[in-house]
């Protein structure tokens, strides 16, 4: 990655806090103070005496062109009242209350050219390849953010080998491997990538179906990790991850978080969150892509109904004066103390980003076997995600409304998770973004 001095970083001297001006052109609308009270109360109402938590706590979902709710700006709301009333929700029990964490299925030795799959076909950089994140790392963020239940790693050995005799698919474009779960072996579909990073993606839907059979009687949910890259269907390119949410399974991939890919799939670092909110990226967005252009037949959305709720925090100056008034703007001020991670990263420093997002993904996709929907309340890390480039711009918190979703499920308190969620950040104080979260979490009482 070409370095960059710190003289030509963006200095994000304002941060924009409600949906971006390209968001009126989609037909999004963004619900009121009083539906987002609404929709943290159990009853669906808003008590009169309700506190609104501040943009600086919880900015709006920023909606740039391309990004999830641009492309479905009509997406339903989840409130608090409506997963409660979820028929669909799986609830926590004595019997099952552990999630479990498999590690990548090492591989067979005698079909060596599977483990090839999952390393990049050429250096994409000068920088050396960071070692992928730990199993142990990932279940002790989880662990933190689900607080209130066990978080174990899957005892069961998982390998891939050769599915079916006389298989000779290390030669054929599109194939099968088998993938052993303890006793069983069971078939995962493959196919040849076109694109230039890596030579074969697994199927998602094989290796959720995997996971269900993986799963344990005293399991509440599992998370499969891999290490290659995998495809959903043969319109998909590729896909990070997914959740069956009611068999209480989740796959999420590593392979394309590896920071070397930065570059090559477009990712800005400098402003990937809290940056993420610098108002001139944010007009860079949406002015230079030609998906900003208004779309035919959308609904006008009348930009003073939005002016109408909090305004004060649309467009904040960042200073010395204020840098510190607000979550959003400790986070930033937390981020900005570390060397850039544009300008020659160390490799810790990129092992650590690299872990950051495995971990953000991983939250996400269980939050989906909690019977959590994709949020469309604020910026939050339950929000849907359309590309590589949307997914670095998402927070790692809850908004308050999946808070809830949380804490009633797993039987904590805010302050105890906040408490976890402290202790794994901090022994992460060099990584941007877990020190980032860190000192949101200290700035929002």
Known sequence: MTSISESNLCPHSSLTLVPSEFSYQTGFSWSDAKKRAAAVTPQGRAPSNVSIPAQTSFPAPLILPEDDLALDPKYPAQSLRSWIRSKDRNHVTKERKIIY?????????????????????????????????????????????????????????????????????????????????????????????????FIQQLNLDDLLDAAISLLPDDAYALLLLVSHDIYENDEDDFACGRAYGGSRVAVVSTARYNPVLDVAQNIDREHSWPASHCSAYIQSCCTNAESAKKPKQRQKISRTDIEKDQTKWESTPLSDDNITTGPIYAALAAHRTLSSAMNSPSLSASSGLWLARVCRTASHELGHCFGMDHCIYYACAMQGTASLAEDARQPPYVCPVDLEKILRACGTTKELRDEALLSFCERHKHIHHFSAFSAWIQSNP
Request: aromatic share 8%.
């Open 101 to 197: 964490v498999a590690e990548p299925p090492s591989v067979d030795p005698s079909v060596d050219f599977i483990r090839q799959w999952s390393q990049l076909k050429a250096p994409k950089s000068s920088h050396e390849v960071p070692p992928e994140p730990q199993t142990q790392e990932i279940i002790d963020y989880v662990t933190a953010f689900y607080h209130g239940l066990l978080v174990k790693k899957l005892p069961v050995q998982l390998m891939f080998t050769r599915w079916g005799t006389g298989s000779n698919i290390e030669k054929k474009k599109n194939g099968n491997i088998g993938l052993i779960l303890g006793t069983e072996c069971v078939r995962i579909r493959t196919r040849q990538v076109s694109g230039e990073f």
